[in-house]
Every structure is written in C-alpha cells, then in structure tokens.
C-alpha cells in the first residue's frame, strides 16, 4: 500500500489516498457494488488464510491486486444513474424535472450507502446525527454523496424520511429504515416542479421550528396564547398542518370504514371519531395560529432566509433548481401541469392549481436567494391556461359570485376568508394591468354581497351573552352605554355624521335599544333587520354614526359571546377592543372600505379643528388593522377590506397589513376548506 500511495504514516496526502484505496477494498466487491451486512464496515482487512495469504474475492485480495497492479485493479464504482432505486424512479417519472431528479438521486445515494453509513458509524439508528458522522468521518467520500449526506442531514429535510413507508400508521421517531427512503422516492418525492418548491419549503420549516419540543404542548396554547412563543406557537401550527394532511390521506385509505376504525382512532387522538368533524376541529385551530400575529410576524421574518440556506452544501441541486426554474418555472409549463393534475377526474381546482405554482415559485425564488414576483406573473401568462385564470377572476370573483357559491355551504366567516384569499392570490398571479381593471368594481361588489349576509347565522342568544343583563332578554343599557362611550373618547371618526358631528351615545343606544326589542319579540332576525340595506330603519332615520355604532355592536355582540379566536371568558378590556374593532369593521362595510371613509373625511375636513382632523386621519391609517387581529365577524370583514384596499401592494409582491406571505402560510386560510372526502377522490 505504501508503495502505491507513499508513505501514509508522514504524508497527509498519502494517508487520504490510503484511505480511499482501503474504503474501496473493504465496502466494495469485484464489480464495484457496495457489500452490506456482517464485518463489510468494520475496520479490518478480511480474507486472510492462516498463512497469511490472501484469498481472490475477498478484501484481502483485492487489497493484494491493488499492491501488483496499482489504481487499475479496483473497478469503477457504480454511478448514482445506476443504483437500481434511482433507475426506478426515472422509469416511473420520465418527464421530471431536473431539479426533482436531482433530489431522487440524493435520496437514492442513502438507499445504497444506507448498511455503510450505519456500519462505519457504528450508528444503532440511521438518523441525521449518522448522517453528519459519515459524512465528517470520510472526507474522500465523492462530491454528490457528500452533498446528499449534507442535504438530509437537515431536520426538515430528514423528516421527510422519518416513517414514509407508513405515514398513515405511526408517528416520526427521528429514524428510518431503508424502507422509509424507497417509500419517499416511491411515493413522495417530487416529480413535477411545483412539488419541488413545496419540498423546499417543508425542509426550510422543518429546519426553523424541529427543535422546538411540543410534546408538553396542549390546548393551553389556544385558551392562554400569551403564555407561548412565537416559535412555539408556530411548531404547533406546523404539527396541526401535518395532521390535516394525514386525516385526508387517512380517509382516502379507509382508516374510518368502520365503526371500530373510529373507535380506535378516537381514543388515539382523544377527539371526533368522525374525520370530517376532526378535521374541521384541526382546520379550526389551524386557522387561530394563522391569523396570531406573533406567528405571522415570526413566519415573515424567518422564511426566506430559512429558505436561502437549504442549499448551502448542495451545489448539485442549487444548480438543477436554477434549471427547473429557467425550463419549467419562468416557461409556464409547470404551472400547466398543475392545472392538469387539479382538473382531472372530473376536479375544477383551478384555484389549487394556481396556489401550487405561485407558492412553489416563490419558495424556489427564496431558495435560490432572490425575490422576482413580476418573473412569476410572466409565467402565467406564458401559461396555456392564462386566460381561464383571467376568465375565473373577471366573471366569478369581481362580481362575488364566487363569494355566493361559497356561502351556500360555509359559514360567511369561512367564505370571506377563502374568497379574499384567492382574490390576493389571483392578483400576486395574474398581469396587473389586467387585474388593475376592476378594483372599484371588486370592492363594490363584495360589500355589497357582505352587507347582505354577514349576519346569516348571528341570533339573538348571541347579544344576549353578550348585552343582556345576566345573559337575559333585558337589555344591560349601562354596559352599552359605557361602551359607546369609551369608543367615542379613543375613535370618534368611527361615529362621524356626515356634517362633522359625531353621533352621541344616546342616539346609538336609543337605535340599538330599538332593534333589541325586535329581536326580543321574535318580530325579525338580526339579518332581516337588514341594517346595512338601503331600506335599513337606521339609514333612514339616523346619520352615517348611528349607523356605524349600531351595527358594530351587533359585530361585537356576536363576537364576545363567541370568545375572541375561541379564547373563552374575555377581560373587561379585550370587551371594549373587541367592540371597537368591530365599529372599525362595521364602518368598512357601511362605506365600502376605506378609500370612501378616508374620501368622506377629505369632504368635511373644513368643518373640523386641524388636530382634531389629524387625529381621525392617524386613526384611520390603522383602522383595517385594528380590527383584524379580532378573529369573526369583524376580523375576516375587515380583514378582507385589508386585501381589496392593498391589491396593488400584493401585485408587487408585497405583504399587505401584516398579513402571513403566502409562501409561509403555505395558503392557510385555503387549507381552511380542507374536506375529508378529499382523501377519498
């Protein structure tokens, strides 16, 4: 060996050519394959007789023809194209993309190297700590292998791994089998671009938020949120998404078939045996950690950059993803097989379609360290389906009509936040010269719709808890009374009348107190009070105040008897923030958002004192806002007036009022939808 290589006991260069020939020796056979199990990783030289001669075939032997013939005597290793996992893959998915290839074939490097890496290790498990080991220990190790060690060495990406063969079954544990790593390119790897971006974006979480402990974790979280951090907060809403995904799954398998299935699953999960009733349980909670503004805050800071780093020690892949997303992304070819895969078998998601592309092309833009929103609305428009998109948005969500399709079967809360979802991700997708067309029209056209239907399921019982005295019939007039009061001290624009006068508590009471006895006597419905109609009681005898004021307390009632985001009995003081955004939220929808309150105020503002006109202007910059944060009625409402209001700063890619990036949401308000009989189609 030392003549073939020098002298390995002095020499460094030497010593990593020693150790090169002995890996090759020890971990290979004659025909280059790697050898498993029995004494393949230990760290002797076998074949040996007791006369120390060496046998042909063995390690011995090989190590003697290296001595006789030099480098030429050890044959070729095998190439990732021919391990048999990788050629499997490519059999089943001829039309990958370069990128999705590229993952495969680091997943197949660990499917070969899988009896090495534990062996030389002396790992019991095949974890990621094994995977840094290999890797650090055999610095000869070739470029790709090395970048597939380091690449699944991460935790996000390692616990695409963990339990792949049978997700369905049981929970990650921190190890795979090499089973796992052939179900994951069997089953899971990406085959198309638009799965490449969200396997980066799943790695990117992974790494963020896989050393948080959530094992203490509990419904504490959702009824003391203020006791959590952002990070742990967030692990929880990576854990729920991950539930979504598997009761899905779960149903389209047949886990629920039977009464005992449901039983046994139940008791498990200590919920709903039914899946749908648990998975509108899990969508739920989804959708509080959503809409927490720590969680947002702490998605937006971190995601990107948790993306950018995915890539540091696989230069293989930074190079294939740069080619997917020149060939596949920028072309609008992966966008058109999204759509095909969404509107097969009789599916019309063209919504899900769009979401994939957008969301993916954003997390591959992140992961290759930039940010181009205008090269993705490009994109779609090179697609061969743009003009459905632009069909779907000009005729179905500018009129609302999508908006009355989703209220036939979801609650208004439900439908205006998925409707407003795809209004933004429509407008981040589509040519904004085309959707700059319509915005009057949009906003008009949704208030119109929500002032007909955002009190459909509101009762009286609701004010009650809320306003009665004790909870009763009787009216707590002092309570409504104080509050009034308290928003006409901190928001006075709120009750603004048209002249320049705000309206006084009195006058809102006395309307409120009015419509209270309606409902008392069973006469109408909160929603056949018609409050914002144009036949509206209110509108007829009362200014624009009143009208803000009365209405709002409804919002506000139904809200606090509700729990603010299902946080059960409320503080004095979270009462009074509720009421008022839901003043903030009613006056949005009395005006039709906040260019005509902004508008109306422009009119009077020579009837007003300057400071006191600079206050309500500085009040108005954070009216959407203020009122979003709340969860129900009035949260979603102006949550949505927040979106129609910034569709310009959304065209440019930007987030609009503190709302999560669609990347880092992963479309979480669309998720809201999310049915069980999904799994099943």
Request: aromatic content about 6%.
């Amino acid at each position: 060996l030392k003549e073939r290589v020098g002298d390995f006991e002095k020499d460094a260069n030497a010593a990593f050519r020693a150790v090169q020939v002995l890996d090759r020796v020890t971990m290979y056979n004659d025909k280059g394959d790697i050898q498993s199990g029995g004494g393949a990783f230990n760290s002797s030289v076998d074949g040996f007789t007791k006369g120390a001669e060496a046998r042909h075939g063995t390690e011995a032997g090989r190590l003697q023809d290296f001595g006789k013939l030099g480098f030429d005597a050890l044959p070729e290793l095998k190439k990732t194209e021919d391990i048999s996992s990788y050629k499997d893959f490519l059999k089943a998915n001829p039309d990958a993309d370069v990128a999705s290839k590229q993952i495969a074939r680091y997943a197949a490097i660990l499917d070969e190297n899988y009896d090495a890496i534990k062996g030389k290790t002396g790992s019991a498990d095949f974890n990621p700590e094994a995977l840094t080991a290999y890797n650090k220990q055999n610095p000869q190790l070739g470029k790709e292998v090395s970048e597939a060690l380091d690449f699944w060495s991460q935790p996000g990406a390692f616990a695409l791994l963990d339990n792949a063969k049978n997700p369905l079954e049981q929970g990650t544990d921190g190890k795979a089998s090499r089973g796992d790593v052939q179900a994951f390119m069997k089953n899971t790897a990406p085959k198309e671009a638009g799965a490449v971006g969200t396997l980066l974006e799943a790695v990117a979480e992974g790494n963020l938020l896989g050393k948080v402990n959530t094992d203490a974790l509990n419904q504490d979280v959702f009824e003391h949120p203020q006791n959590y951090t952002a990070e742990q907060k967030a692990a929880v809403l990576q854990e729920l998404k991950a539930a979504q995904t598997l009761i899905v799954q779960g149903s389209g398998a047949g886990m629920w078939k039977d009464d005992k299935s449901k039983v046994q699953i139940a008791n498990k999960v200590s919920s709903h045996p039914d899946p749908q009733k648990l998975l509108d349980d899990v969508n739920r909670h989804i959708s509080e950690l959503e809409k927490d503004a720590e969680v947002v805050k702490f998605y937006n800071e971190n995601a990107t950059s948790e993306l950018s780093k995915v890539l540091e020690g696989s230069a293989g892949l930074r190079e294939a993803l740069q080619s997917t997303y020149d060939n596949d992304i920028k072309t609008g070819n992966a966008l058109d097989k999204l759509w095909d895969a969404n509107t097969k078998d009789g599916k019309t998601d063209q919504q899900g379609a769009l979401a994939q592309f957008y969301s993916s092309a954003q997390s591959v833009q992140d992961a290759l360290g930039f940010s181009k929103p205008g090269e993705i609305q490009e994109a779609v428009q090179k697609s061969a389906h743009n003009k459905d998109f632009e069909a779907f948005y000009e005729k179905s969500l500018v009129p609302g009509e999508r908006l009355k399709e989703l209220l036939k079967t979801e609650s208004f809360e439900v439908a205006t936040s998925q409707f407003s979802m795809e209004v933004a991700m429509y407008n981040a997708a589509l040519n904004p010269e085309f959707t700059g067309k319509y915005d009057d029209k949009l906003t008009g056209n949704y208030t119109a719709i929500a002032q007909q239907n955002v009190f459909n399921e509101a009762s009286f019982n609701d004010l009650k808890k809320a306003f009665g005295k004790e909870g009763g019939e009787a009216l707590d007039e002092a309570k409504v009374k104080a509050l009034i009061d308290e928003i006409s001290k901190s928001n006075p624009e709120l009750l603004m009348n048209a002249d320049g006068k705000p309206a006084t508590s009195d006058q809102i009471l006395g309307v409120f107190r009015g419509n209270w006895d309606l409902l008392r006597q069973g006469t109408k419905s909160i929603s056949e009070l018609g409050l914002f109609s144009e036949n509206s009681s209110i509108k007829a005898a009362s200014g624009a105040g009143v009208l803000h004021g009365v209405s709002g307390l409804f919002m506000a009632g139904i809200t606090i008897a509700k729990g603010a985001n299902g946080a059960g009995a409320l503080t004095d003081r979270q009462i009074v923030d509720i009421t008022t955004g839901s003043v903030q939220s009613a006056t949005l929808l009395a005006e039709g958002g906040i260019k005509n309150v902004t508008t109306q105020f422009k009119d009077i503002k020579e009837m007003l004192e300057p400071d006191v006109y600079k206050d309500i202007t500085t009040n108005l910059s954070k009216l959407e806002n203020g009122a979003k944060g709340l969860g129900g009625l009035a949260g979603v409402a102006a949550g949505a007036y927040g979106i129609f209001d910034g569709v310009k700063s959304i065209r440019r890619g930007e987030l609009v009022g503190g709302g999560m990036s669609i990347t880092a949401g992963s479309l979480g308000v669309m998720a809201g939808l999310a049915s069980a009989a999904e799994g099943a189609a």
